[in-house]
């Protein structure tokens, strides 16, 4: 079983910034999955694709964060970070880690950004 845990969200301006951190467990978990995922649903919008990492290093992002947002990784701490630059209003939702395991999806609880314009 993995748990996920999001943290970092909460109210900033425009053109501001704030760190997302995704916690895995058990300890040692994050070494053996593949690709960590960031996704954020929006109000009254459908779940999307923000970023995700692979083990190898590659790194994927949506074409609406690019340039703007980073993802990585620290398997030492267990954990997933998602900086997030520039933010915009329409960065606003709940922002939630997902990874795919063993033959389980699992998603954790997510955090809520809010940017002020």
């Known amino acids: 079983q993995v748990q996920l845990v999001e943290s970092g969200g909460g109210l900033v301006q425009a053109g501001g910034s704030l760190r997302l951190s995704c916690a895995a467990s058990?300890?040692?978990?994050?070494?053996?999955?593949?690709?960590i995922y960031w996704h954020r649903q929006a109000p009254g919008k459908q779940r999307e694709f923000v970023a995700g990492?692979?083990?190898?290093?590659?790194?994927n992002y949506a074409d609406s964060v690019k340039g703007r947002f980073t993802i990585s990784r620290d398997n030492g701490k267990n954990t997933v970070y998602l900086q997030m630059n520039s933010l915009k209003s329409e960065d606003t939702g709940v922002y939630y880690c997902?990874?795919?395991?063993?033959?389980?999806?699992?998603w954790g609880q997510g955090t809520q950004v809010t940017v002020s314009s």
């Open positions: 990492i692979i083990r190898s290093g590659s790194i």
């Open positions: 997902n990874v795919i395991l063993f033959g389980g999806n699992y």
């Open positions: 058990p300890s040692g978990i994050i070494s053996s999955i593949n690709t």
